[in-house]
């Protein structure tokens, strides 16, 4: 976040390399994941060395998901109060793109990082990377896609009616199977 400020302290538009660099460690992914794990985890699933051991592809594409959702759900209105740079900004400026190539570009990038990690959750593991971590960090991305596929679900009011009724058929009125 310290990066994201002197950008835009300085009125400068990183490059998307850059952005999508600092963006992977800003989303807060690794430290989320990292927490939940822990929180649902016996102590025999959490060795010290887990971490250093896993996938860092894995944790790496989760992130890119979460920052770019947040990007493509929020950049306009962002942008519109001055706040600092986004991948859309940063992508409009480097392909001297329109919004719109620059949304399809971004939504180009969250399909690759949705395809690695969708290879990490039906492929082999790595022996040191529980499954439960796996099924964890995924899910936290899947929480992202759906939060901002709309705009901003997270801060926006518009959508919090929206949320609210997902959450309340999902685990409060969950649909009946009857079995024939």
Known sequence: MLVEAKWCRDGRTPSLKEYLTNGSVSSSGTVISVHSFCSVSSSSEMESSFLEKSDH??????????RLCNDVGTSKVEQERGEAASSIACYM?????????????????????WKKINEKCFGPQP??????????????????????????????????????????????????????
Do not use: W
């Open 93 to 113: 400026r480097e392909a001297d793109a329109t919004e719109e190539e620059a949304k399809d570009y971004v939504k180009g990038l969250i399909a690759r990082a």
């Open 127 to 180: 022996p040191a990377t529980p499954r439960r971590f796996v099924d964890i960090t995924t899910n936290m991305a899947r929480v992202a896609h759906n939060l901002y596929q709309d705009g901003d679900g997270f801060g926006g009011q518009d959508h919090k009616h929206h949320h609210k009724k997902q959450i309340l058929s999902l685990l409060v009125h969950p649909l009946r199977i009857e079995s024939c």
């Open 57 to 66: 592809h894995l944790i790496h594409n989760v992130c890119l998901i979460i």
